[in-house]
């Protein structure tokens, strides 16, 4: 009997030991979540929606290594993926977990369903995985008005399983609604749901405003605008900067408008305020912009949708909230992370994302200012480029002054150099422009050539071109032979080079012989040049003969640089040459002559 109760007295202390303490870390750890959620929910955040329709997805540990890279802290799901939620365990990542819309008839019609739900998709998980909502179905109301009566009680059942586990205070229960559901939306002071969904959002909103939980709209400026063009500006779609002549004016409240989002959040608190509800806060479930389309959606680019998410993110955490609200700024997941590559056409539904799915950037945000959110961020990285469209006699001239009375840096255009390829106009137009732009030091006026040229965000290098805006020029430099060979000695070796095509240029077939030959490639192997192989730098100055004033201003120019460094030049003749004030068309023609 002595034994039998200490062996029972034993295992009483060594489960108080193990499962005592669990207890308590546990309890420390929900108090820890609890005050963690109250604190962040108080600030506007960026997050990211991902859909998962995406071929070769990274795995939920990678992708959860993934987010953790780019300072994402906030995303959505569109269903509970088991997967996923156990790789966000202790991560920090707050996600919103979602009810697929065709799971609504089960849910909705059975508390115990409800129950066995939350069980599943939060209970297990919670708090090590930092769930804060469910989002129950997606734009039901207007994609499947059928489950319509459906959507409330499958809502509060929800909210119902919550309660039961106590977690009703940590995770709101909300659904997210199209923009559509909201009629005449400018001037926002007119704006009102729609009638015929009266029954339903009045409940609904109710609800919202009993639980503390937000008002889930998927807003898309780009559609206002693809559906107005005409009446919306693009400018005011993207959050460029506009002069107040530009900006939308409420007639009734006389509130100025700069961008279209703050108009259709405004519009979403007027219609709830029609209906008596002034305490429940919106939030955008869905906001974004495609960065590809067809021919029917041209304004599907990367460059406006690097200037709206960009933009968006700014104005997000420059916590200026909207013109009717100015103390109340929206948080917004961006639609979306990964492009989905598997999503039917049109093709703008397969454009959305920032990234591909091999988690490279789709293109490059500058979003300067804004922490250290999306680490793809390139803080206002910016070049100048011929725009598409414009016809090449235009941009021949604008390319002409470029290199000529502009003083851009050209010389990486020429033939048998890092950026001559592809060779035409557009190309070298656009590297002359950013060389300029960049010279100017990106002032405003300094890419325009006319109207020919615009401001991207996107890199323009390719291969081993590197454009001046470049950041990553020491990262794309051209492979050497000899990488200890310093470039003042290139320079040196360069210039004997082209003034040896200077004094050969008066005798063209003497230097096309083959004896000739032999003597420049013996000539180069004395003074061995880097990058550019012997053969090339041959075929270059057979080239550069039959385009002698741009040949000559190129030696003139290296000759004068040399002799600002040495104050001698031991090469008389070429000082006497004069440049021409400005290239010609034909100089830069970069058509290389037929033998």
Sequence with gaps: MANSEFTTYFI?????????????????????????????????????????????????????????????????????????????????IRVIISVPNNQLLAIGSSNTTAASWVGRNVVAYYPETLI????????????????????????????SALVASNLHTQIKVSTPHAASIILDTFPPSQSYF??????????????????????????????????????????????????????????????????????MIDAAYVSMKNLNVTDVVVLVTESGWPSKGDSKEPYATKDNADTYNSNLIKHVLDRSGTPLHPEITSSVYIYELFNEDLRSPPISEASWGLFYSNSTPVYLLHVSGSG??????????????????????????????????????????????????????????????DSYYQKEGKTFGSCDFKGVAMITTTDPSHGSCVFPGSKMVSNKTRTVS??????????????RIELFCRLKSGNWNRLK?????????????????????????????????????????????????????????????????????????EHLNMNPRED
């Design 372 to 433: 250290t959110f999306l680490a793809n961020d390139t803080t206002n990285q910016t070049f100048c480029i011929a725009m598409d469209g414009v016809d090449s006699k235009t941009l021949q001239t604008a390319l002409d002054w470029a290199c000529g009375p502009g003083r851009a840096n050209c010389s990486e255009i020429q033939p048998g150099e890092s950026c001559y390829q592809p060779n035409n106009v557009k190309n070298h137009a656009s590297y002359a422009f």
């Design 132 to 159: 804060t909502g469910i989002a129950v179905g997606d734009e039901v109301l207007t994609t499947v008005p059928s489950s319509a009566p459906l959507l409330l009680p499958a809502i509060q059942s929800l909210y």
């Design 482 to 495: 000899n990488s200890t060979e310093s470039s003042g000695a290139a320079e040196s070796v360069r210039l």
């Design 194 to 263: 729609n009638q015929s969904l009266t029954s339903v959002m009045v409940p609904l909103l109710q609800f919202l405003s009993r639980t503390g939980s937000p008002l889930m709209m998927n807003l898309y400026p780009y559609y206002v605008f693809m559906e107005n063009k005409g009446v919306v500006p693009l400018d005011n779609s993207l959050f460029k900067p506009l002069t107040p002549s530009k900006e939308m004016v409420d007639p009734n409240t006389l509130l100025h408008y700069t961008n279209v989002l703050d108009a």
């Design 12 to 92: 009483i202390t060594i489960l108080f030991f193990f499962t005592v303490p669990s207890t308590v870390k546990s309890s420390n750890l929900v108090q820890e979540i609890k005050q963690q959620s109250q604190e962040q929910d108080k600030e506007p955040f960026v997050g990211v929606n991902l859909g998962t329709d995406v071929s070769d997805l990274l795995s939920p540990t990678d992708l959860v290594s993934f987010l953790q890279v780019q300072k994402i802290s906030h995303i959505r799901l569109y269903d509970a993926n088991p997967d996923i939620l156990k790789a966000l365990a202790k991560t920090k």
């Design 513 to 585: 012989t083959r004896n000739n030959q032999f003597w420049f490639m013996f000539h180069l192997k004395q003074q061995p040049m880097s990058p550019m192989p012997v053969v090339l730098l041959y075929l270059q100055c057979l080239h550069m003969i039959t385009r002698l004033d741009l040949f000559y201003k190129s030696a003139y120019d290296q000759l004068k640089k040399l002799k600002s460094k040495s104050g001698t030049v031991k090469h008389q003749a070429a000082t006497a040459y004069k440049p021409t004030t400005g290239l010609k068309s």
